[in-house]
């Protein structure tokens, strides 16, 4: 044992002189990861901080600092139905409530309806399913512009019929202050439907072939197939379309903007144009922000478990 | 002094222990083997000595010189990894001189060392292909390629025949062998496979949950297990491990196994190890190899204490060079290894021999040895 | 929206077994199917495209489906060079130049970043690193407005520094140039995507040969460099792809940070066109000059589809 001692005191001055360079070097991961995280922390979690901040506050034009309590966040809630037209906020909400149901439920239904139909063994998959999903690589203002056209009781689908014959159709919701929503809809779902469709299928091609195999063989027809044994094994991608689509629903600006620029008297907004709205063109600053912090709770309701149950899933 | 000590070595992530207190020491030239079921903390150990995982206490000497804290490229090493690691953008000659090119070797003497590397392995005509276009026994070359050119005081072989197919992993480990023999370099080795740990090791650390079982050559470790964990982990087939009872008979110590719907056998002990005394009366652990269950005519002609008697058969497995004959003790199956031409049914009772010169045992409460 | 309504049918075609074989009849429902749905997608990229290569007349008076029946690239040109933005008229090609010079950094930037951060947080995990992945991926979630007026005072703050700067020094070094904000803001929030793209690629990339580069005697960079980026095509293409398609698009930041004047990206000019209320709408101009704004994310999903996919997929579902 004498020896180990012997030998740990004559090498005690070399090893101290490689350990400022060695500990240099084991920091270095960190150093590397630390601007992307200050970034985060800073404009991310600061600004948001900033923004709650801002909510309290009753800035207006320009950002005031002394907090003036829930104000806006009472204004907000003050604002009802009652008045004629209805506040531009509660329309939001209910805009919000509209088209998220509409837009996720049927983005759902319909892409595992097609990626089902795409899964018989389709000859010509390579052909169909890229122009299910191409809506996907364009941006909202483009599909906003095309919708619009295409929605344009006097310029298309509505003329394009009364051209060929059939003049008692109407179809005028992009004019019409109650129905507006609904075709911000049909804009959501032609954009993103296709990429539930390609999430979908490629949860079907997942699926253990032995297991629908076997299935077979104990004497499930194609429609039990499905039911029992294949949507229930999808179960992680609903969760994950849900997320998908709910954050594309919350975060929905651009496609209001270009396909109704608001909607008559802003009949279409959603809280993202109410915030925009608010904060930079009605300088209402602490009234946007509130609206802005209850957006991100609403992502927040819904994300934060859904990413706990995910970093969870592999502890480390 | 040793080649390779290690003393105390601990390692602890939190509060899990992975190694509790690890002694070991390896001979110049040695071939360690480090053999247990997983987790039981064989690579681990491996890759401290490696310098890829930190060690919380104890040392790590290579030629009496501490190296636990040096970065893994300072400790004169190479390493073998199970999926080989060979870089996959990099051409089987990049893939070996890449550690040259990290220490700053020139171009012309890498080439010279690739060169001499590829002679001996034979995959010379492999230099310009990328991993992807070898097959699994040309990437087990290259990687042996990449450990031998740095030419090493020690080896370290993580699992290195896994990825293999029976027949070549014993071509493999035959090469392995081989090499070690030409080379003389000092080599530890990490394998879950205790064949691979029998042929190949010089010295052989058994571990089970962080600790080193039993240490040793491959025959002490074989012929004189420390305990129940050693000789049920050691040799295939397994060693009969027999719930039995210790007897007196006259002025001798005897074992008895009970049998299914039969009277029990008594086998006499003529130089039972003395610790066995205390134990009549007690259950006990009778542990007898397969080798050392066998025909009569079979049996080890020298051996100075056999026991014959009379077994029900089960199950009969003819394996080829050998047939197993599946018969039952103290309630658990037990395996005899017969000649290939013995002539025995299932179904039928055989006089069996018990060579009991290679008999151990062990104290079912401690799972220690009875010496 | 017939299209929209269909799909009750195949239930009911399984119950016909009788009569033409019902295997058939299956497989023509299905395709039939499938067919109306494609028209259903492709028919607002085939209306825009048609109405682009016709006059003005003929969108007036024609049906809006029918093939143009003078073709004219004037639209084309017309979008490019002279249409009016606000009250500027020489087309859409300086904004669309904007986007090139605001995309390109702001995606290379924004992928190195992520492929190192993926990097340490796969091959260099310490304490506490989950938890910094964790608050980094968090962020791709939030809403921006949450961020938009805080960035904005910041952004101007920079801006009124940067003048300062211009007056004593000579140079602003970019700060308040609005491609230069745009190019920052698009890399603080895309770092949580990229990052995660790598990180998951990286997470399945073997150990073992960051350890045999140790060994070797590779540095912490020597690895990254050596080891790590030449195997990292295939994400590198989707995580550019990704980026590429979501800053081009990117219409909120846009308007927010370069909302006016001759600074603004594709997106904003787009819309200042089409929802502009002076002079006499051309629908024609507005169709060509949406589909310029399309056309560089479209080239990109024809000719890389499969990693444009790809990119959704690893951005919706981790690993």
Redesign the interface.
Known sequence: MS??AT??IK?TPE?SRP?VR?RL?DA???I??A???A???V??????L??VY?SFTNSKTF?SYVITGPRAYLRLWGWTFDSDPPSSWYTSIVNMGIFGFLYIA?CL??GL??AI??D?K?RGEGV?R??????????????G??????LDPG???E??LH?WGWTSFHFDWIKNKDFVIYTVV?AG??QAS??IM??FL?GLRGIDGEIMKAAQIDGA???QLYRRIVIPLLR??FL??F??LA?LA??S??LV??LT?GGPGGSAWL??NF??EY??KRNE?AV??A???I??MT?VAI??PY?YS??REKP? | MAFLEIDGLKKRFGNVEILKGIDVELEKGGFLVLVGPSGCGKSTLLNTIAGLEQITEGEIRVDGRAINDLHPSKRDIAMVFQSYALYPNMTVAGNISFGMEMRGVPADERQKAIDKVAKVLQIGHLLNRKPSQLSGGQRQRVAMGRALVRDPKLFLFDEPLSNLDAKLRVDMRIEIKRLHATTGTTIVYVTHDQIEAMTLATKIAVMRDGEVQQFGTPAEIYNNPTNLFVADFMGSPAMNLIPATIATKGNALSVVLQREAREPITLPMANAPAGLSAFQGKPIIFGVRPEALTDPEGAERNASNIATADLHIEVVEPAGSDTFAVTNLGGKPVVARLRADANIQPGTSTPLAFNLTKAVFFDPATEHRIR | MSAVATPSRPAASQNASSGMSTKTLNRIVIYGLLALFAVFYLMPLFVMLVTSFKTMDEIQNGNMLALPRAPTFDPWLKAWGETCVGLTCAGIKGYFWNSIKMVVPAVLISTMLGALNGYVLTKWRFRGSTLVFGLMLFACFIPFQSVLLPMATILGSLGRFGVTLQNTVGTSFGLGNPTVNLVFVHVVYGIGFTTLFFRNYYEAFPNELIKAAQVDGASFFQIFRRIMLPNSLPIFVVTVIYQFTNIWNDFLFASAYAGTGDSMPMTVALNNVVNTSTGVVEYNVNMAAAMIAALPTLIVYVVAGRYFVRGLMAGAVKG
């Open positions: 020896s180990v030998t740990q090498l090893r350990s060695a070097q270095l991961p960190k590397v990861l601007p992307s995280f970034i985060t922390i404009f991310v979690y600061g600004f948001i900033w923004t801002l950002p049927i239904a319909l309806f097609l139909l795409l018989q389709i169909l890229p122009i299910y999903l191409y809506p996907m690589a364009l941006s909202f203002i483009v599909t512009v095309a919708w619009k056209w295409f310029l298309g689908l003329q394009t051209q049909i779902v032609w296709g990429f390609a999430m490629a027809t194609t429609f992680p991608i994950s379309a997320i998908v954050h919350i975060k600006y651009d903007v270009a620029s809280p993202s915030m925009y904060t930079f600053m946007g922000s609206s802005a912090v957006m991100l992502i994300i934060v990413l995910e970093l480390r």
